[in-house]
T-cell receptor, first 113, second 113 residues
Framework: KAGVTQTPRYLIKTRGQQVTLSCSPISGHRSVSWYQQTPGQGLQFLFE???????NKGNFPGRFSGRQFSNSRSEMNVSTLELGDSALYLC????????????FGPGTRLTVL | SQKIEQNSEALNIQEGKTATLTCNYT??????LQWYRQDPGRGPVFLLL?????KEKRKERLKVTFDTTLKQSLFHITASQPADSATYLC????????????FGAGTRLAVHP
């Protein structure tokens, strides 16, 4: 069974631009969660989608948004990028939610210049 | 507010010894707790989930305890090997959001031959 895949793996953007990151969960998994990881703040929850609906949202500004498609693939979008958005963005999939085993992807390393 | 604390200092131990990592939390009573392993440049890998009504859980050389009175979980690796060197993260669900996970900052474990 293929693992969680994330594209692109690396991305360099400049301040003010927007970016879209993609996550393909493991086949059969309906829950996709997104996290931001930085050296200073660690892993922080962004949002979770289940069956195309956002079930939970973390404490991030509205510039961070996401969606989930009918095939469970998910995208997250960050608009008006700031230097502080430089981070490793991780997605995790599971069958039903966080009480299940969470399978993380390799992450997308975003650098904002 | 809810907080998770893990030893920020790296833990250095000799091969063959038991490594013990600590996860303390405050201001809430989670229904479960998870432990993950993360290697540099990779997404976290799920290791174990323990529920509030379970005192202890084992998986091969791993053992997790969950003391809801002390608000603490201990993670043990017995007969440690250099390959166990990694950062270990604990995670709990945020109250009010069953599928929102909050992660500790992680403890870096180094096992020396």
């Amino acid at each position: 069974k293929a693992g969680v895949t994330q594209t692109p793996r690396y991305l360099i953007k400049t301040r003010g631009q927007q970016v879209t990151l993609s996550c393909s969960p493991i086949s059969g998994h309906r829950s996709v969660s997104w996290y931001q990881q930085t050296p200073g703040q660690g892993l922080q929850f962004l949002f979770e989608y289940f069956s195309e609906t956002q079930r939970n949202k973390g404490n991030f500004p509205g510039r961070f948004s996401g969606r989930q498609f009918s095939n469970s693939r998910s995208e997250m979008n960050v608009s008006t990028l700031e230097l502080g958005d430089s981070a490793l963005y991780l997605c995790a999939s599971s069958v039903e939610g966080s009480t299940d085993t969470q399978y993380f992807g390799p992450g997308t390393r975003l650098t904002v210049l | 507010s809810q907080k998770i604390e893990q030893n920020s200092e790296a833990l250095n131990i000799q091969e063959g010894k038991t490594a013990t990592l600590t996860c303390n939390y405050t201001n809430y009573s989670p229904a479960y707790l998870q432990w993950y392993r993360q290697d540099p440049g990779r997404g976290p890998v799920f290791l174990l989930l323990i529920r509030e009504n379970e005192k202890e859980k084992r998986k091969e050389r791993l053992k997790v305890t969950f003391d809801t009175t002390l608000k603490q979980s201990l993670f043990h690796i017995t007969a440690s090997q250099p390959a166990d060197s990694a950062t270990y993260l604990c995670a709990l669900p945020l109250s009010g959001g069953y599928n929102k996970l909050i992660f500790g900052a992680g403890t870096r474990l180094a096992v020396h031959p």
